[in-house]
Nanobody, 123 residues
Framework: QVQLAESGGGLVQAGGSLRLSCAAS????????KGWFRQAPGKEREFVAG????????YYADSVKGRFTISRDNGKNAVYLQMNSLKPEDTAVYYC????????????????WGQGTQVTVSS
């Protein structure tokens, strides 16, 4: 049973923008913290951004700070990742994650995961 579903990935040129969406199927996820992670080929999955249940608090990896913005709409039970000024090194599969706890930068800090969406940035 898919509980988190990402969309919005694709191919974009360096300097371009993409907006990822993550739709949750469980209503209770609107009260969960959410996060975005990514995994590039041959690399471990890494933290990108996190947001608390209300959307009032966010945190980012240094590599994306100032370029990416995480947000959520609890009425739609969705979380978003706006990615601007994309670089080839942002190429990865991006995953949405959810957990009751807020603040983790590690994948073991999230209990629920989507299946990922591919983002490819060409130079």
């Amino acid at each position: 049973q898919v509980q988190l579903a990402e969309s919005g990935g694709g191919l974009v040129q360096a300097g371009g923008s993409l907006r990822l969406s993550c739709a949750a199927s469980r209503r209770t996820f609107s009260t969960y913290a959410k996060g975005w992670f990514r995994q590039a080929p041959g690399k471990e999955r890494e933290f990108v951004a996190g947001i608390n249940w209300s959307g009032g608090s966010t945190y980012y990896a240094d590599s994306v700070k100032g370029r990416f913005t995480i947000s959520r709409d609890n009425g739609k039970n969705a979380v978003y990742l706006q990615m601007n000024s994309l670089k080839p090194e942002d190429t990865a599969v991006y995953y949405c994650a959810a957990d009751k706890r807020y603040g983790s930068r590690f994948d073991y800090g999230f209990d629920y995961w989507g299946q990922g969406t591919q983002v490819t940035v060409s130079s």
